[in-house]
């Protein structure tokens, strides 16, 4: 079996990019490939702000109905976790003070490189055609991601745990190896958290990076 098969015969993502293996208590420098995602923007707290939960609830119909197409085309693969972009104009929203109100995000879910842009836009379509239309359809785009240079780690555990080991990344790790911090803070969430115990969520943690040398 390929290595980026699951035992069900399906194209696993998960398997094939080196950006979805990391270890708690580990900080890891990688390089990211240019990746294309179906995505959704907003801002507020994920708890309470209605435009996430719209948010979700827009992607995942748009993701497993081309998820299907691309399956009658002979090409079945798992729709991979669901992954979020996370900013702040004062990052310690994200460290110390954890002010969620304050969040922009992006939520995003990964899609195989044969995707095309076509194929989307049918997909958008069918879901439109639907009698629960998503409340957010018009807002799904397709773009790619160029994060290059990245150092992440997996984070176990409650969301709102996660401060003290960012704190460690942007302060410790990231500027001792000759490096700054470029991009936009980067989770993917390997549990569902609707049905997973909050001490056993596994979060991987990831923030595009610059050498200061260069």
Same mark, same amino acid.
């Given at each position: 079996?390929?290595?980026?098969?699951?035992?069900?015969?399906?194209?696993?993502?998960?398997?094939?990019?080196?950006?979805?293996?990391?270890?708690? #208590?580990?900080?890891?420098i990688l390089d990211m490939p240019r990746v294309a995602y179906l995505?959704?923007?907003?801002?507020?707290?994920?708890?309470?702000?209605?435009?996430?939960?719209?948010?979700?609830?827009?992607?995942?119909?748009?993701?497993?109905?081309?998820?299907?197409?691309?399956? #009658?085309? #002979?090409?079945?693969?798992?729709?991979?976790?669901? &992954?979020?972009?996370?900013?702040? !104009?004062?990052?310690?929203?994200?460290?110390?003070?954890?002010?969620?109100?304050?969040?922009?995000?992006?939520?995003?879910?990964?899609?195989? &490189?044969?995707?095309?842009?076509?194929?989307?836009?049918?997909?958008?379509?069918?879901?439109?055609?639907?009698?629960?239309?998503?409340?957010?359809?018009?807002?799904?785009?397709?773009?790619?991601?160029?994060?290059?240079?990245?150092?992440?780690?997996?984070?176990? #555990?409650?969301?709102?745990? !996660?401060?003290?080991?960012?704190? !460690?990344?942007?302060?410790?790790?990231?500027?001792?190896?000759?490096?700054?911090?470029?991009?936009?803070?980067? !989770?993917?969430?390997?549990?569902?958290?609707?049905?997973?115990?909050?001490?056993?969520?596994?979060?991987?943690?990831?923030?595009?990076?610059?050498?200061?040398?260069?």
């Amino acid at each position: 079996m390929s290595p980026d098969v699951s035992p069900a015969g399906k194209v696993d993502l998960r398997r094939s990019i080196d950006g979805y293996r990391a270890r708690a #208590g580990q900080f890891r420098i990688l390089d990211m490939p240019r990746v294309a995602y179906l995505m959704v923007d907003g801002r507020g707290d994920p708890n309470t702000a209605p435009r996430y939960a719209d948010a979700l609830a827009s992607l995942y119909p748009v993701a497993y109905t081309l998820k299907f197409a691309s399956k #009658g085309l #002979g090409r079945d693969y798992v729709v991979p976790p669901l &992954e979020a972009l996370w900013w702040a !104009e004062d990052m310690t929203a994200f460290t110390s003070a954890r002010d969620k109100s304050a969040w922009s995000w992006t939520v995003m879910l990964l899609c195989p &490189e044969w995707i095309t842009s076509a194929m989307v836009d049918d997909a958008v379509g069918s879901c439109r055609a639907k009698r629960d239309v998503p409340p957010l359809l018009d807002d799904v785009r397709f773009a790619s991601l160029d994060e290059g240079t990245c150092v992440q780690t997996l984070h176990l #555990g409650p969301y709102d745990d !996660e401060g003290p080991v960012l704190a !460690e990344l942007h302060g410790r790790f990231i500027p001792q190896h000759g490096l700054a911090m470029s991009g936009r803070h980067h !989770e993917i969430y390997l549990n569902d958290a609707r049905r997973t115990d909050p001490a056993k969520l596994r979060t991987i943690l990831r923030q595009p990076v610059v050498r200061t040398d260069d």
